[in-house]
């Protein structure tokens, strides 16, 4: 029986200025999902490692058959699979875990199934399985998981992504701190209404960004990187987040943000060199407030999921 | 004694989701400014012509001498100069009229003074007139009226203008209505709080304007140009507009907004060929309501205010 098993990265949703509608994909951290078929006409989950017990192993539940689901009913088959996840990502620290997992369950499936979808038609059904996971089927995790790049999601009724081009040399750095923060708890703190001057600001910075992102322009995207409407709220959940902004930005790095809804934090860099810089600095800083932090450094990656080619 | 005299474009500001933020200009319509060196050490407007005996003679309220006036300060120059404007704008209209008079006149006054500063450079001086003509300095029609093209304005403190790309056969249809719009009643209809969600939403479609403009995608750009902020107050102020906005959508204009505070009304086009239909619709629209309307037809101005040569 033939098995495939697939890749796809973690992820950073809403990128400063770009809350809600802008996500990028990071190299190396991510997770693996081999799938195989089976006879029963059934999605299994097989095993689930690397998440401590914690995901659900029901067929309805999990991302990885839950985004598997949505493409067979697409397609219209009753193909069974069996399914086996390999978290390399930690759970609830803002990194698009559950988009990583449902992104490569797609992208090895649907390799089994003769390829019938692209990577961009895959991210409606890795968005049937945010809905499971964090109870909004949300996009801007799911689609640079699978796309890769920054992703925009401009619009959802109808879904509407435009890939955004990655200025060569860009670096990431994200810090997660270890401590807990209820993706609930960060989407209460948010305003609900906002000023019409902060809405013009934020306008402002995303489209600073984002064509900052098209002329490779390193300037323009740090002072751009700048989120006048949920960071001022969410911040103030992750201790030391203000002082690190300020020494991120000293020492040479294009600017810093959280990452989904934290508490990871997200670094961009115009080097490898600053984004190492950047980690160190991070380290310092939450020693002092006692808190550990785990400091990954990375490209920012391009391609999105992708299969593992000893597998296929 | 040497006289110089520059053109400067209309010029369309709010640009449907870059409220506040975007402008662009536009060939033909725009105003002449003439200078000549005088003796007096004072800056004395001579003559206006084509406002209707409108617009103020006086040194520090006429848009032409307050921005040459601010230009002379930072330069720390105490020159004379005598100004002749002819308005070939209609005032109040949204077409930018006080900022293509004060920009023409940068411009041919710049000349003058052995060109110390580039056409971005003047904006700031160009802003200063605004104050003085609309009660703010804002830069959203002075920076594309000088520089030509897309303009963003991404910020103020300290002034960060982005030049973005046109896309080539890029057309602009202008409809002016006759009907009176006071720009203080245009700004009073403003929410001054929003939803968090319509401000995602605008970012959205900033962002995708802004995408579509690098990648001279027109399906985007259609998309992309929706103001869920703005529009929906102002556009009750201008009879016709939702059945205006329909009509030019059905027959493959881009999509339109209001240009400025309006009540012109901006449309933005494929080609010349819809452009001009654009304009046929509008008539009809304008017809059945008993509104007369005028209708300018040009492509976007990539060049901005330039000086005429057979002056130079």
């Known amino acids: ?109 649907n390799e089994l199934l003769g390829a019938p979808y692209s990577k961009e038609e895959l991210v409606p059904f890795a968005m049937e399985a945010e809905k499971i996971a964090c109870g909004a089927g949300h996009a801007d995790n799911v689609a640079p998981s699978l796309m890769g790049g920054f992703v925009l999601i401009r619009d959802y009724y109808p879904l509407d992504l435009v890939k955004l081009p990655v200025p060569a040399g860009l670096h990431c750095t994200l810090l997660h701190p270890h401590l807990e923060l209820k993706t609930s708890d960060s989407r209460s703190v948010l305003r609900k209404e906002i000023s019409l001057k902060d809405s013009t600001v934020q306008s402002g910075n995303i489209a600073g960004l984002i064509s900052g992102l098209f002329l490779g322009d390193f300037q323009l995207i740090s002072r751009s990187l700048r989120d006048v409407i949920a960071e001022p709220s969410r911040a103030l959940l992750i201790p030391g987040f203000y002082e690190l902004r300020e020494e991120i930005r000293s020492i040479g790095a294009l600017g810093s943000g959280i990452s989904g809804s934290g508490p990871t934090i997200f670094v961009l860099a115009p080097d490898k060199e600053i984004a190492i810089m950047a980690g160190k600095a991070a380290e310092d800083v939450f020693e002092k407030i006692g808190l550990e932090v785990d400091v990954y450094i990375s490209e920012v990656n391009n391609k999105g999921a992708y299969l593992l080619e000893d597998q296929i």
Chains 1, 2 share one sequence.
Do not use: W, Y
């Not at 990265?9 to 509608?21: E, H």
């Not at 390999?86 to 992104?103: C, F, I, Q, T, Y």
């Open 1 to 109: 029986m033939k098995k495939v098993t697939a890749f796809a990265p973690a992820t950073v949703a809403n990128v400063s200025c770009g809350f809600d509608i802008l996500g990028f994909a990071i190299d190396e951290l991510g997770d693996k999902v081999s799938i195989m078929s089976n006879d029963s006409g059934r999605l299994e989950v097989k095993s689930i490692s690397g998440d401590g017990g914690k995901l659900p192993m029901e067929a309805d539940k999990n991302t990885c058959s839950v985004a598997i689901q949505a493409m067979l009913s697409h397609l219209g088959s009753d193909q069974g699979f069996d399914i086996v996840l390999e978290k390399g990502l930690p759970l609830g620290s803002g990194m698009g875990s559950s988009a990583a997992s449902a992104a490569a369950a797609l992208v090895a499936a």
